[in-house]
Structures are given as structure tokens and as C-alpha cells.
Antibody, heavy 118, light 108 residues
Framework: EVQLVESGGGLVQPGGSLRLSCATS????????MSWVRQAPGKGLEWVAN????????YYGDSVTGRFIVSRDNAKKSVYLQMNSLRADDTAVYYC???????????WGLGALVTVSS | SYELTQPPSMSVSPGQTARITCSGD??????AYWYQQKAGQAPVVVIY???ERPSGIPERFSGSSSGTTVTLTISGVQAEDEADYYC???????????FGGGTKLTVL
């Protein structure tokens, strides 16, 4: 069974940093692109970033480019999201997801809540 | 920036057919995905690559594509299908993902 478990969420002050982790199991992690998607309270889904199997390609949504960094460790079967210069509008549930090729998602984690507030 | 357009809401009675559309200029060239999100839960894929249905998804869910519009069809809607539905695809560069704004399906 494919499992994706996010951790590292919490409360952070504006301008601060936070690192999310996503531990995976149940599939060959090194064979899949991985993504991060977020959802602000009461709002729709927003793509944040994705990363190729070997980490050689990374792409970001416009609202996080230059502030967030996606990375992965295939030995640990984990993907990470380093979030810097956080703003109030970054407050959201952040989902880790497994990609189908590099064009969509076939499995989602349960999400981790990030709250940016003073 | 690239956008996908969905109707914000739709209401159907049990047993009827719901058709949710999603429009975008790159859809003739890029696959579309559909996700169902029930209140308080993580999304679940119900259609991938325009028309493929994952295992475990009921046969009443189907997807189709025509030009710049893709459609999620739910035949014989059931009360449990009440949820938000999001389409998702990729822009013409092939790298930047985008989600539609979501359609709230209400089963009367």
C-alpha cells in the first residue's frame, strides 16, 4: 500500500523558515516524480513544486519561486520542502503527492498544517 | 499565467448525471486529471490522463476530452459523491502545473 506521511508543520512567524518532510513507503520511491500541493483555509488547491526522480529537475509555482526549495533523499525514500521568508498567505495545509509521470498525481498524503502568524 | 476554468458549483438529484467541465488552452496537448475532495479529507484522484479510472474508483466516474475542454461525468450520482472536484493539468511548457478553481457538487 502506498503511504505518504508529512511532518514538520506548525506555527511560524512571518519571515521565518520551516522544513516539511514526507516519508514514503509501499512503492519504488526512486522511480517517481514527487510533488507538493497546498490548500489555504477555505480555498482551492495550489501546486507548489515538484522534483524529478534523481533530483536533477525541480519546478516551482510562481508564488513560491525563490523562497521554497524542494529536495529528496532516495535512500530515505523521503521528499522535503524548505520554506523560507514565510508570509501570512503561505498559511495552508501542505500535501505531499506521488506523480504519474510528471503531469499529475495518483496518491496524496494526509497533509501538514503550516500557520504563519505573529 | 495559464488558467483552467471550472464552474464553481453544481447541484444534481440522486440518480442523475453530473457533468463537470474544465477549460484550458493547453488541454488539447496536455493530460487532465480530476480529484475529488470531501470535507476535511485529502484529495483523491478519480480520473487520470483524461479518461483513465484508477482501481477502486466506481465505474460511474468517467472522463472525456474534446478540444480545449475536458469533462468529468458522474453517472447515477449518489449522496456519497457530494464533494469538491478539481481538474489539474500542465501548461504548454510541460513543467508548470495548474489546478482549476474547483466545482462544489451538491447532491440534493
Amino acid at each position: 500500500e502506498v503511504q505518504l506521511v508529512e511532518s514538520g508543520g506548525g506555527l511560524v512567524q512571518p519571515g521565518g523558515s520551516l522544513r516539511l518532510s514526507c516519508a514514503t513507503s509501499g512503492f519504488i520511491f526512486s522511480s517517481h516524480w514527487m510533488s507538493w500541493v497546498r490548500q489555504a483555509p477555505g480555498k482551492g488547491l495550489e501546486w507548489v513544486a515538484n522534483i524529478k526522480q534523481d533530483g536533477s529537475e525541480k519546478y516551482y509555482g510562481d508564488s513560491v519561486t525563490g523562497r521554497f526549495i524542494v529536495s529528496r533523499d532516495n535512500a530515505k525514500k523521503s521528499v522535503y520542502l524548505q520554506m523560507n521568508s514565510l508570509r501570512a498567505d503561505d498559511t495552508a495545509v501542505y500535501y505531499c503527492a506521488r506523480d504519474v509521470g510528471s503531469s499529475g498525481i495518483d496518491h496524496w498524503g494526509l497533509g501538514a498544517l503550516v500557520t504563519v502568524s505573529s | 499565467s495559464y488558467e483552467l476554468t471550472q464552474p464553481p458549483s453544481m447541484s444534481v438529484s440522486p440518480g442523475q448525471t453530473a457533468r463537470i467541465t474544465c477549460s484550458g488552452d493547453a488541454l488539447p496537448k496536455e493530460y487532465a486529471y480530476w480529484y475529488q475532495q470531501k470535507a476535511g479529507q485529502a484529495p483523491v484522484v478519480v480520473i487520470y490522463k483524461d479518461s483513465e479510472r484508477p482501481s477502486g474508483i466506481p465505474e460511474r466516474f468517467s472522463g472525456s476530452s474534446s478540444g480545449t475542454t475536458v469533462t468529468l461525468t458522474i453517472s447515477g450520482v449518489q449522496a456519497e459523491d457530494e464533494a469538491d472536484y478539481y481538474c489539474q493539468s500542465v501548461d504548454i511548457s510541460g513543467h508548470s502545473w495548474v489546478f482549476g478553481g474547483g466545482t462544489k457538487l451538491t447532491v440534493l
